[in-house]
């Protein structure tokens, strides 16, 4: 069976991607799967890329290939040996996030409730609308694999009235499962590690139930 492929895009810096990335590849290894992680984004930008985050982790870590160019579309089916690959893309080139969504079985788009921008937002499911290869249903139920998921969630950031509207009126819907704003994503990040080696048991509740829900999507689609 090939490899399912699970990319996270956005158009907006800082929202947790990495993070999110990262916590969710370690979990699937963890569960079993041998995961590839793709930093999808040129090489040598700021700190806290998966590149990064693989160097300074230990040989626990899953493997991780940079593509610096949007062809990831075109490179991943000939990569072979893996049941999963992740692909972080950094939303700088709008050809990277094409590029994504192309590879993606399933696409997620994160969503930080205090920050988000609706043109950013509303620019990334436009993407999908166009780039991602709708599920097999019958073609007047057809909707892109793709979800939003809440990231860095905190008690007081309700998410904007426009930002809510957009992302209730798009072409696909959100996780339940998000993350909250928890000291243990950040110190995880810096350390190569995930929120599993802190001791941060809601932050570790948190990406299980991502990563529930991503496998149930994806089971759901007959992958
Ligand atoms: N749930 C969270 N709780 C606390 N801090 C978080 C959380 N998610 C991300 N962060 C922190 O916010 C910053 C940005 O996160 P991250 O690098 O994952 O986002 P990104 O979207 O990949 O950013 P970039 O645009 O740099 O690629 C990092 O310092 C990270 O540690
Ligand atoms: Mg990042």
Request: with cysteine.
């Amino acid at each position: 069976m090939g490899m399912t492929t699970i990319g996270l895009v956005q158009r907006k810096d800082d929202v947790g991607t990495t993070t999110i990335a990262t916590n969710l590849a370690v979990t699937l290894r963890n569960r079993g799967d041998s995961v590839l992680l793709v930093d999808a984004g040129p090489q040598g930008r700021q700190k806290g890329t998966v590149r990064d985050w693989s160097a300074t982790g230990d040989s626990q870590t899953p493997e991780t290939i940079g593509v610096d160019r949007p062809v990831v579309h075109e490179k991943l089916p000939s990569i072979e040996g893996f049941d999963v690959a992740i692909i972080d893309a950094t939303g700088k080139l709008e050809e990277m996030t094409i590029s994504a969504i192309k590879a993606s079985d399933l696409t997620l788009v994160p969503v930080q409730p205090s920050t988000a921008d609706p043109k950013k937002v509303g620019q990334v499911i436009d993407c999908i609308e166009t780039h991602q290869a709708p599920t097999e249903a019958p073609s007047n139920e057809r909707r892109p694999a793709a979800r939003f998921v809440i990231s860095r969630a905190t008690g007081s950031s309700k998410m904007g009235e426009q930002i809510q509207q957009i992302v209730s009126e798009a072409p696909f819907g959100r996780l339940d499962a998000g993350t909250s704003q928890r000291v243990a994503y950040a110190r995880a990040l810096g350390e190569g590690a995930s929120v599993h080696e802190t001791g941060d048991k809601e932050a570790q509740a948190e990406v299980k139930a991502i990563t529930d829900e991503i496998e149930q999507i994806l089971r759901a689609d007959g992958q």
